[in-house]
């Protein structure tokens, strides 16, 4: 893995700098300090790559009566089930698009844990502060944006989350499940 060969290569670049004596021409230092700044770059690079190659989220729609998801992004998520570290924020993207008018839209998220909905609170539950320009209209695309908080007194374990965005009427825009693991 080119990833793990870079991190190895740059951990014995810093215990080869560790054996150089006091004594060691400014040349020396200087090019330690090129090597470390090579490799802090390498690493963010692969970090980087690792990131924007992430494809779109696997998802079921659960009973969107006003609207249609085109496409659900979590980042980051490499990989999937995305994994869910402790103590860390993890963007949702979901494009739809709506068949009807709305004055507001308000989300709602749940973490389904052996078929129990258990709330899974959220820093911005109104849709029109997430994205969404209101009114939303019918036939219009929207690209919802939030933020998926994962709270590090959650236990370690796989669920589902299931995100709705509901309409003035309380009818789903959308409603998804997407498989996820919480991880430390």
């Known amino acids: 893995n080119s990833h793990s060969d870079l991190v190895t290569s740059c951990a014995n670049s810093?215990?080869?700098?560790?054996l150089v004596s006091k004594q060691a021409s400014k040349q020396a230092s200087k090019?330690?300090?090129?090597?470390?700044?090579i490799c802090?770059?390498?690493v963010l690079l692969l970090s980087l790559l690792a990131y924007t190659n992430a494809e779109p989220v696997k998802?079921?729609?659960?009973?969107?009566?006003?609207?249609?998801v085109a496409e659900v992004d979590i980042q980051p998520c490499p990989s999937q089930p995305c994994q869910l570290?402790?103590?860390?924020?993890?963007?949702?993207?979901?494009?739809?698009?709506?068949?009807?008018?709305s004055q507001n839209c308000t989300?709602?998220?749940?973490?389904?844990?052996?078929?129990?909905p258990v709330p899974f609170p959220i820093p911005q539950t109104d849709g029109c502060k997430s994205g969404i320009q209101c009114p939303v209209e019918p036939q219009k695309s929207y690209s919802y944006v939030n933020q998926l908080p994962v709270k590090t007194e959650y236990?370690?374990?796989?669920?589902?989350?299931?995100?709705?965005?509901?309409d003035d009427f309380s009818k789903d825009l959308f409603c998804i499940k997407f498989p996820v693991q919480i991880v430390n």
Request: charged share 20%; net charge negative.
């Open 155 to 166: 236990p370690a374990i796989k669920l589902v989350v299931e995100w709705e965005l509901t």
């Open 85 to 101: 570290h402790k103590g860390e924020s993890y963007t949702v993207n979901v494009t739809f698009t709506s068949s009807v008018a």
């Open 14 to 18: 810093g215990l080869k700098e560790g």
């Open 59 to 68: 998802f079921a729609d659960c009973g969107s009566t006003d609207g249609k």
């Open 40 to 42: 802090t770059l390498g």
């Open 107 to 116: 989300a709602v998220v749940h973490g389904v844990v052996e078929g129990v």
């Open 31 to 37: 090019q330690a300090n090129l090597n470390e700044i």
